[in-house]
């Protein structure tokens, strides 16, 4: 935890939506001091790093990142994740509960939680689990949960179909304030279903499942919240028809809040081509129309939240037929180059990524990072946006190597990333 | 003569003069089939591997002499029974035919896009033989020929293709062959049999089967799989009859010397009345059958001749 200067920077704040020059002043794990323009002046006795003007901005905060442990280590362990995400520039990772066995006991919490601390070198707050097994019969312990630092109850890709089992655990979460991130799908029309269902489903004989049925779990979720009161997080729409319910839900006041994929924003169902199973994720690709309106609902503030969705599976899972594949994708290591399309696409700003990407989770959740404020924890990441990259998979720092943007040029490099004004990469 | 595939895995690929191609070369297969000595040779030597995951007799027969009429050795695999109950995946299983060294794989798969995804795998010339709902290109040549035998011509025809439209690997080989060689493509089946935007691929989708069948030259049945019927995408067998149900007064609509087709193994009384079925004015449901061995043969042999000349040139040359 040195004291240092990081001068000559291109500073990115979310919070104030700018991007000026200047200098950010660290001292024992904190951010001391941000200083624009002129008066960056160096202090003394102070270790100085000259950022060159690459782009300084607060370290990502990655809602819903699936480290394999317990059960498929082989996929990913802390370690491995937690090498990627510094490299990635993601300083917290809010972790899934869809593991094997599923962490729905604040044993099993206490277990991520100590496994995080010792392997990975940047922050990790687990979610656990909404129901025990994530079968959707019996919620969880949430009080000891809560006390043992789970940040979020999911199911992950799980729908708690039963409504009344799903009632109670809104309910019983709402007097605990706990937050409830869900992925709003009906179950029953979207079983089954390898891809979106349109003319490329059509053509390649894939079963496929329609965008409508999002909007029918988004539709099922809002009434519910509206019945109970719950804090909810939507965590990975990806289709224009269910925009509406969800600006419904806001503007009516519900404590609720969505997210979409850095896949849904950068990809559509086009993708997949050839039957590449590296583009199976879930939910799945949509059409480009779909892609392009959550762009713009990311730019208007409608969805708060982008995350990378991380989904480590091993070469036997993905080379297999496309519907018998197993869905996701890596993407810590790709989510800031992926992001910068759309800052080079001309659609999103640096401090619009950046709100999305690091401040408004961080806020969902409760946590002090995700802003270039004095006081505010240390954990940076600078970058250089325009710095071209041919993505080879096999360099991940991930144990799987499951991207879809593998070849994929791209802009965007991470110079170095710091924890608590710790550094835990550089380039 | 053009043909440059690898592989026959779909119709999506082929361009309208491969497609000539292999009807040209079909034909003269269609006449040593009929000739007393049924025996050619330009397979010969070459080990032709049948690997079937879905059940099949009649494609699986069909290749079968195919491949023996042209001197090939022929072996069955009945992939059901064997490997994937042992928990092999596809691609081990490859692998291992693989090192057997075939020179034609013949590979019928219950899901989409696994045949794609086997000859990524291997260095032999593959064939689909249907893929899950995805393509099934020789019944779609065979078609073809069948069409081009009894109308004389292979263009500015109207078509229309029948029943469950959705799960049909052959109607989706048909639809993209028809359209390539520029014919009109009508659907005739209940919504719930029908592709989601199936319109985009230039065919009239048709919900009426009088209407569809107005003054079309072909009628292409699809069989209705049993598994369909119960109240899941029709409400019963009957009504499924009395509405798509290819009969003397539907069929009345269609152009007077309008054909007969069906790619077999017919539900009589399900989507075909049996009497039409057996019309040899109408039907040509046995020839398509006897186009199929032309076919495949054609189709084989061309693939074997890209694979020759494909293995003279030295892989880093």
């Given at each position: 935890?040195n004291?240092m200067?990081?001068?000559?920077?291109r500073?990115?704040?979310?919070?104030a939506?700018?991007e000026?020059?200047?200098?950010?002043?660290?001292?024992?794990g904190?951010?001391?001091?941000?200083?624009?323009?002129?008066?960056a002046?160096?202090?003394?006795?102070?270790?100085?790093?000259?950022?060159?003007?690459?782009?300084?901005?607060p370290?990502?905060?990655?809602?819903g990142?699936?480290?394999?442990?317990?059960?498929?280590?082989?996929?990913?362990?802390?370690?491995s994740?937690?090498?990627?995400?510094?490299?990635?520039?993601?300083?917290?990772m809010?972790?899934?509960?869809?593991?094997?066995?599923?962490?729905?006991?604040?044993e099993?919490?206490?277990?991520?939680?100590?496994r995080?601390a010792?392997?990975?070198?940047?922050?990790?707050h687990?979610?656990?689990?909404?129901?025990?097994?994530r079968?959707g019969?019996?919620?969880?312990?949430?009080?000891?949960?809560?006390?043992?630092?789970?940040?979020?109850?999911?199911d992950a890709?799980?729908?708690v179909?039963d409504?009344?089992v799903?009632?109670?655990?809104?309910?019983y979460?709402?007097?605990?304030?706990?937050?409830?991130?869900?992925?709003?799908q009906?179950?029953?029309?979207?079983?089954?279903?390898a891809?979106?269902?349109?003319?490329?489903a059509?053509l390649?004989?894939?079963?496929?499942?329609?965008?409508?049925?999002?909007?029918?779990?988004?539709?099922?979720?809002?009434?519910?919240?509206?019945?109970?009161g719950?804090r909810?997080?939507a965590?990975?729409?990806?289709?224009?028809?269910?925009?509406?319910?969800?600006?419904?839900a806001?503007?009516?006041?519900l404590?609720?809040?969505?997210g979409?994929?850095?896949?849904?924003?950068?990809?559509?169902?086009?993708?997949?081509?050839?039957?590449r199973?590296?583009?199976?994720?879930?939910?799945p690709?949509r059409?480009?129309?779909?892609?392009?309106?959550m762009?713009?609902?990311?730019?208007?503030?409608?969805?708060?939240?982008?995350?990378?969705?991380?989904?480590?599976?091993?070469?036997?899972?993905?080379?297999?037929?496309?519907?018998?594949?197993?869905?996701?994708?890596?993407?810590?290591?790709?989510?800031?180059?992926?992001?910068?399309?759309?800052y080079?696409?001309?659609?999103l700003?640096?401090?619009?990524?950046?709100?999305?990407?690091?401040?408004?989770?961080?806020e969902?959740?409760?946590?002090?990072?995700?802003?270039?404020?004095e006081?505010?924890?240390?954990?940076?990441?600078?970058?250089?946006?325009?710095?071209?990259i041919?993505?080879?998979?096999?360099?991940?720092?991930s144990?799987?190597?499951?991207?879809?943007?593998?070849?994929?040029?791209?802009?965007?490099?991470?110079l170095?990333?710091?924890?608590?004004?710790?550094e835990v990469?550089?380039? | 003569?053009?043909?440059?595939?690898?592989?026959l895995?779909?119709?999506?690929g082929?361009?309208?003069?491969?497609?000539?191609?292999v009807l040209d070369?079909?034909?003269?297969?269609?006449d040593?089939?009929?000739?007393?000595?049924?025996?050619?040779?330009?397979?010969?030597?070459l080990?032709?591997?049948?690997?079937?995951?879905?059940?099949?007799?009649?494609?699986?027969?069909?290749?079968?002499?195919?491949g023996?009429?042209?001197?090939?050795?022929?072996?069955n695999?009945?992939?059901?029974?064997?490997?994937?109950?042992?928990?092999?995946?596809?691609?081990d299983?490859?692998?291992?035919?693989?090192?057997m060294?075939?020179?034609?794989l013949?590979?019928?798969?219950?899901h989409?896009?696994?045949?794609?995804?086997?000859?990524?795998k291997?260095?032999?010339?593959?064939?689909?033989?249907?893929?899950g709902?995805?393509?099934?290109?020789?019944?779609?040549?065979?078609?073809?020929?069948?069409?081009r035998?009894?109308?004389?011509?292979?263009?500015?025809?109207?078509v229309?293709?029948?029943?469950d439209?959705?799960?049909?690997?052959?109607?989706?080989?048909?639809?993209?062959?028809?359209?390539?060689?520029?014919?009109?493509?009508?659907?005739?089946?209940?919504?719930?049999l029908?592709?989601?935007?199936?319109g985009?691929?230039?065919?009239?989708?048709?919900?009426?089967m009088?209407?569809?069948?107005?003054d079309?030259?072909?009628?292409?049945?699809?069989?209705l799989?049993?598994?369909?019927m119960?109240?899941?995408?029709?409400?019963?067998e009957?009504?499924y009859?009395?509405?798509?149900?290819?009969?003397a007064?539907?069929l009345a609509h269609?152009?007077?010397?309008a054909?007969?087709?069906?790619?077999?193994?017919?539900?009589?009384?399900?989507?075909?009345?049996?009497?039409l079925?057996?019309?040899?004015?109408r039907?040509?449901?046995q020839?398509?059958v006897?186009?199929?061995?032309?076919v495949?043969?054609a189709?084989?042999?061309?693939?074997?001749?890209n694979?020759?000349?494909?293995?003279k040139?030295?892989?880093?040359?």
């Open positions: 935890m004291d200067l990081l001068t000559n920077a500073l990115i704040d979310p919070e939506g700018t000026v020059a200047g200098a950010v002043q660290i001292s024992g904190r951010i001391a001091a941000v200083l624009t323009g002129v008066e002046a160096p202090a003394t006795g102070l270790q100085v790093i000259d950022c060159s003007g690459k782009c300084l901005a370290g990502i905060v990655d809602l990142v699936k480290v394999c442990e317990p059960g498929e280590r082989h996929k990913e362990s802390f370690r994740a937690g090498r990627a995400a510094a490299a990635g520039g993601v300083t917290t809010i972790t899934r509960p869809d593991t094997l066995p599923a962490i729905d006991s604040p099993q919490l206490e277990f991520v939680s100590r995080a010792e392997a990975a070198p940047v922050r990790i687990p979610m656990a689990a909404l129901t025990k097994g079968q019969r019996e919620m969880v312990e949430i009080g000891f949960l809560l006390d043992a630092g789970a940040v979020a109850f999911s890709d799980a729908v179909a409504t009344k799903y009632t109670r655990c809104l309910t979460a709402r007097s605990l304030g706990a937050l409830v991130v869900a992925h709003p009906e179950p029953i029309l979207s079983a089954g279903a891809t979106t269902s349109g003319k490329f059509s390649k004989g894939l079963p496929a499942v329609s965008p409508m049925a999002e909007r029918l779990g988004l539709e099922r979720d809002m009434t519910l919240v509206e019945m109970t719950a909810y997080h965590d990975s729409l990806s289709t224009a028809v269910a925009l509406p319910v969800l600006e419904r806001k503007k009516a006041g404590d609720v809040t969505a979409v994929n850095i896949h849904h924003l950068t990809l559509n169902v086009l993708d997949i081509g050839d039957y199973t590296f583009f199976k994720i879930k939910p690709l059409d480009e129309d779909d892609r392009l309106a762009v713009e609902a990311v730019g208007a503030g409608l969805i708060d939240i982008i995350s990378s969705m991380h989904t480590p599976q091993d070469e036997e899972s993905k080379r297999l037929p496309f519907e018998e594949a197993a869905s996701g994708a890596v993407a810590l290591e790709t989510f800031l180059p992926a992001a910068l399309r759309l080079h696409a001309g659609q700003s640096l401090p619009q990524l950046f709100r999305a990407m690091a401040l408004n989770p961080a969902r959740l409760g946590l002090p990072t995700g802003r270039l404020a006081g505010a924890p240390a954990d940076l990441v600078l970058f250089d946006p325009d710095a071209p041919v993505l080879d998979r096999f360099t991940l720092r144990k799987s190597k499951n991207t879809p943007f593998d070849g994929a040029r791209m802009q965007g490099k991470v170095r990333t710091w924890v608590g004004g710790t990469f550089a380039a | 003569m053009t043909f440059r595939q690898k592989h895995l779909g119709i999506e082929l361009h309208p003069d491969e497609i000539r191609t070369l079909s034909e003269k297969y269609v040593l089939n009929r000739s007393a000595n049924k025996h050619g040779d330009v397979l010969k030597g080990t032709q591997i049948n690997m079937f995951f879905e059940n099949s007799t009649r494609t699986q027969s069909s290749f079968e002499i195919a023996k009429r042209l001197g090939a050795d022929v072996m695999m009945a992939m059901q029974a064997s490997s994937i109950k042992k928990g092999e995946t596809l691609i299983t490859a692998l291992t035919l693989n090192a060294h075939p020179d034609l013949v590979v019928r798969h219950p989409s896009g696994a045949v794609n995804l086997l000859a990524e291997v260095n032999c010339a593959v064939l689909n033989a249907g893929d709902k995805h393509e099934h290109p020789t019944q779609a040549l065979l078609d073809a020929l069948t069409i035998y009894a109308k004389g011509r292979l263009h500015r025809l109207s229309a293709i029948c029943g439209i959705a799960h049909s690997r052959v109607a989706r080989s048909n639809i993209l062959l028809l359209g390539k060689m520029e014919n009109r493509v009508r659907l005739i089946g209940p919504p719930t029908m592709p989601a935007e199936i985009a691929f230039g065919v009239e989708v048709f919900e009426d009088e209407e569809g069948l107005k079309v030259d072909v009628v292409m049945m699809l069989r799989q049993k598994e369909r119960d109240g899941g995408f029709i409400p019963s009957r009504e009859y009395h509405r798509y149900g290819l009969d007064e539907k269609a152009k007077p010397d054909i007969i087709m069906h790619p077999g193994p017919m539900n009589r009384g399900v989507e075909i009345d049996g009497t079925a057996d019309d040899i004015n039907s040509v449901i020839d398509q006897e186009m199929g061995v032309a495949r043969m189709a084989m042999e061309l693939l074997a001749k694979l020759e000349a494909a293995r040139v030295p892989e880093d040359a």
